[in-house]
Every structure is written in structure tokens, then in C-alpha cells.
């Protein structure tokens, strides 16, 4: 909690002190033997996933022709434990094929840990605010 406010100081993200937080609170539960604490500690690790791949910049999704929209992680269990769902837009959908192959083959090499990759296009509407 205390690096994350001393980064607040020097201009960075709120992040750090919020996880310090969660991450105390987490502790909390447990030690009460509450068994909240497993899903908050769940739901902090994914979440700081999402923030670290956010942060800096997703490289990985930009060196393989993706652009990332968002990060997103599901509030209920099983699936809070365990997935990261990914927005990412493509120059165009033929690429899209060719773009994940590539982005699996090195998270795999990298020792990233991606049991399945579920792909759904989806097209905006009328009324979206993203185009």
C-alpha cells in the first residue's frame, strides 16, 4: 500500500495503492476464515493482468498486427478465476486468422499460459460510440 501511494506522489497510476488494498483486504478474509478472500485475491490477480498488459502498451498484441480496445475480466466464478477476455481490433478480418496463430505461437514460447483462444467478430452498430 505504501509503494503504491509513493507512486500516486510521483505522478503514476492509482492502481498500485487500490491492489495494495485489495490485496490487504484479501489477506483479511482469510485470516478470518472467510473464504471471500480466495475470490478477491482471484479477482486482483486477473485484474492486474489486465492492468500490466494495459500498461504497457500490449506489445505483444501490436507486434502481430492487433490493436487492443480493451481488457476485461468476469466478475462471476468459475470463470473470474481464470479468463481474461480481450477486445482487439485487426486491419481487416482476413488477418485476424493469420494474427492469432502468430500471437499464440510466441505466448506459448514465452511460456504464457493460454489454455483456448474463443473468437467472436463482432460488427458495431448504429448507435455504438466505438466505430
Known amino acids: 500500500m505504501f509503494g503504491g501511494a509513493q507512486l500516486i506522489?510521483?505522478?503514476?497510476?492509482?492502481?498500485?495503492?487500490?491492489a495494495g488494498l485489495a490485496l490487504a483486504f484479501s489477506a483479511y478474509q482469510l485470516w478470518q476464515g472467510n473464504p471471500s478472500g480466495s475470490r478477491i485475491y482471484g479477482a486482483l490477480l486477473a485484474?492486474?493482468?489486465a492492468w500490466a498488459l494495459f500498461e504497457s502498451g500490449t506489445n505483444l498484441c501490436e507486434r502481430h498486427g492487433m490493436t487492443s480496445i480493451g481488457y476485461f475480466s468476469p466478475q462471476?466464478?468459475?470463470?473470474?478465476?481464470?479468463?481474461?477476455?480481450?477486445?482487439?481490433?485487426?486491419?481487416?478480418r482476413e488477418a485476424a486468422?493469420?494474427?492469432?496463430?502468430?500471437?499464440?505461437e510466441e505466448s506459448q514460447r514465452d511460456g504464457r499460459i493460454i489454455e483456448k483462444i474463443e473468437r467472436t467478430f463482432l460488427e458495431p452498430t448504429d448507435y455504438s460510440?466505438?466505430?
Open 47 to 49: 485484474s492486474t493482468v
Open 97 to 104: 486468422k493469420t494474427n492469432w496463430e502468430a500471437f499464440a
Open 9 to 18: 506522489f510521483l505522478g503514476g497510476s492509482f492502481y498500485y495503492l487500490a
Open 76 to 92: 462471476d466464478l468459475p470463470l473470474a478465476d481464470n479468463t481474461l477476455v480481450y477486445i482487439i481490433a485487426h486491419s481487416r
Open 129 to 131: 460510440q466505438l466505430k
